[in-house]
């Protein structure tokens, strides 16, 4: 089994046959080819994996061979062959995307070194490749689930706003496919080549972010030994996702206006402005207009992130998706469990629609997740998602409760819920989720949201 193809190209027919031999020899295919000419033809019918070509040919050089070949999605890799006068024009062919190059006459050895590093790069193009086209396929808007009024106008907002690369701001609770979102609008713009960064803003300490974000010098602080490239800097060209950015310190919220407005970062430590082209998609699960109100966001900055917003509507207001939402986590889990659950039959699908799900996209995702795994038919039954599927919000609604004439704030009301849930629960969190029909993570999520986890010690210092 050959090893790949080698196209050999050059004017001189002892050269070739050499080149043939050492290369057969070692289990490589080889192709001739007896100038620039004749290798454009050769590459059009039999795409060889590698392309060895000597410089100085009388029809076309090693040059116009490279700046010709067709423009492929990748290249096979072109070596140089050239002679020791000629080096400048070896390297100014590597400049123009050559390879490598080879000082003529040619050392046997470190000839089959640099084709086996061509092939190793050549697989590592391929694969990268082929990756780049099963996330573009993955994230392709017919491939993100929703068919309700409000997922259309999302969807139509996301094909506006890709061919660009206008700052977006996506709104909305926790859970619902906001870096979904992110990475559709990413994978179908200009930049879908380019890096995706994604961080969120509120899982890394404030004494560490700036540097996450900026990078730093060597020196800078304490233990800073090497420089780092900061996310901007590695997502430059491509798409930086900053989500939960409702959680920014108002110092790194200044920072990033600057950003914003110059397209130049300043690493921490550093002298110099270096200027960076990322597209901005920040998220959050704040109501930033409120935050403003506090004092706690920028008013100016909001105004930059809000080029366009994007709403992305909570579950119990799509609920026309839940069932192909269902069925394809069930797929996913199907095979990532190595089960055959076939179907979700219609006493628990009523279930399933009737519940509000407080964690979204995500919960329902967790619910037939854990109904797979644990499940003993092939049928998702009621038994599968008692578990899992409580009425917290009609529970509340079938008592004597009237809406008082000032009206309701939801976040206010959702704050007692929690603590009253604590209080009965005994500071134990699992029964205190149980109490509001929540996961663990989602009564945890919305418990330190609202700066609970600060009295809840305060309480425990405070126990006799």
Known sequence: MHKGSVLVVDD?????????????????????????????????EFAPD?????????????????????????????????????????VEAMKKGAFNYLTKPLDKDELLIVLSRAFERLNLMKENYLLQQEVHGKFNLDNIIGSSDKMREVFSLI????????????????????????????????????????????????NLIESELFGYEIGAFTGATTRKL???????????FLDEIGDLSLPMQSRLLRVLQEKEIRRVGGRENIKVDVRLIAATNKILEKE????????????RLTVVTINIPPLRERKADIPRLAQFFLEKYNMEFGKRVKNINSEAMRALLDYDWP?????????????????????????????????????????????????????????????????????????????LGMSYKTFWYRWEKFGLDSELSRKEETAP
């Open 12 to 44: 001189e027919r002892s050269q070739r046959e050499i080149l043939r031999v050492i290369l057969e020899e070692e289990d490589y295919e080889v192709i001739l080819a007896n100038g620039g000419k004749e290798a454009l033809k050769a590459v059009r």
């Open 159 to 206: 094909e506006k706003v890709s061919s660009s690369s206008v700052t977006v701001l996506l709104c909305g609770e926790s859970g619902t496919g906001k870096e979904l979102v992110a990475k559709a609008i990413h994978y179908n713009s200009p930049r879908k080549n380019k890096p995706l960064m994604a961080i969120n803003c509120a899982a890394i300490p404030e």
């Open 292 to 303: 403003i109100q506090r004092g706690s966001f920028r008013d100016d900055l909001y105004y």
């Open 50 to 90: 590698i392309i060895l070509t000597d410089l100085k040919m009388p029809d076309m050089d090693g040059l116009g061979l490279l700046d010709s070949l067709p423009k492929e999605p990748f290249l096979p890799p072109l070596i140089i062959m050239t002679a020791h006068g000629s080096i400048s024009s070896a």
């Open 230 to 240: 900061g996310i901007f800097e590695t997502s430059n060209g491509g798409t930086l």
């Open 359 to 435: 964690g979204n996209v995500r919960e329902l995702e967790s619910a037939i997740e854990r109904a797979v795994l644990l499940g003993e038919g092939d049928t998702i039954t009621m038994a599968d998602i008692a578990g899992v599927i409580k009425k917290p919000l009609q529970r509340i609604a079938s008592t004597n409760f009237e809406i008082p004439p000032s009206g309701i704030d939801f976040e206010e009301l959702e704050k007692n819920l929690l603590v009253q849930a604590m209080d009965r629960a005994g500071g134990v969190i699992a029964k205190a989720a149980k109490l």
